[in-house]
């Protein structure tokens, strides 16, 4: 069972920054992809961005030139740098990742982001 970590979330205003943060509960090195998602109210849950072991990434439209994923081995951890947020970023954002040789997921439990004046 992997179990996933999220911090970093929180309220700032538009144009602003946030970094989030997903802790693995063992060696990274054993995950395929790690990524992020997001749920913003009344709204269904959309893919925001994926880091697979070879480093290689993956971005939805909407967020391509403003997020960065990246993935610390050292660490056991992966981070999403949100730049110049908008009101339509404001979502719980959740980490998911896929095991080598395994299809079921695994999810934190999300952290906010509201982007507002």
């Known amino acids: 069972q992997v179990q996933l970590v999220e911090s970093g979330g929180g309220l700032v205003q538009p144009g602003g920054s946030l970094r989030l943060s997903c802790a693995v509960s063992?060696?990274?090195?054993?995950?395929?992809?790690m990524g992020w998602s997001r749920q913003a109210p009344g709204k269904q849950r959309e893919f925001v961005a994926q880091i697979a072991s070879s480093a290689n990434t993956n971005y939805v439209d909407s967020v391509k030139g403003r997020f960065t994923i990246s993935r610390d081995n050292a660490k056991n951890t992966m981070y999403l740098q949100m730049n110049s947020l908008t009101p339509e970023d404001t979502a719980v954002y959740y980490c998911?990742?896929?095991?080598?040789?395994?299809?079921?997921?695994?999810w934190g439990q999300g952290t906010q982001v509201t982007v507002s004046s």
């Open positions: 998911h990742a896929q095991r080598f040789g395994e299809i079921h997921t695994y």
């Open positions: 063992e060696n990274i090195f054993s995950i395929y992809v």
